[in-house]
């Protein structure tokens, strides 16, 4: 279960790393240099990286989670089957 944790973490990391390049290649509004220029350092890019990191790796985990079940198929009929009798309801009429 580690492992699978561990392995969707980083797959989610891989994609924000793609999701900031996309990001930073497109630069809508100005975004390249605003996250890169700040104050002249780059730790507003890395911070927006590890939160797009932490986000898409939950994301990942839960999918993988929700993967793992898999439904029980449906039982196989035994023997002949029976036939059901349904209980029809009585019409009361009143007088």
Not at 36 to 49: I, Q, S, V, Y
Not at 51 to 58: N, S, Y
Not at 85 to 93: E, G, H, M, Q
Request: with cysteine; glycine share 10%.
């Amino acid at each position: 279960m580690i492992r699978l944790v561990l392995v969707q973490c980083a797959v989610g990391f891989g994609i924000a790393t793609l999701a900031m390049a996309g990001l930073l290649l497109a630069d809508p509004g100005d975004a390249r240099s605003l996250l890169l220029g700040a104050a002249g350092h780059w730790w507003p890019a890395a911070l927006l990286w590890v939160f797009l990191g932490m986000t898409f790796g939950a994301v990942q985990i839960g999918v993988a989670t929700m993967l793992l079940a898999t439904p029980d198929p449906p039982p196989r009929p035994r023997g002949t089957p029976v036939p059901v009798r349904l209980a029809v309801p009585a019409v009361i009429r009143r007088r």
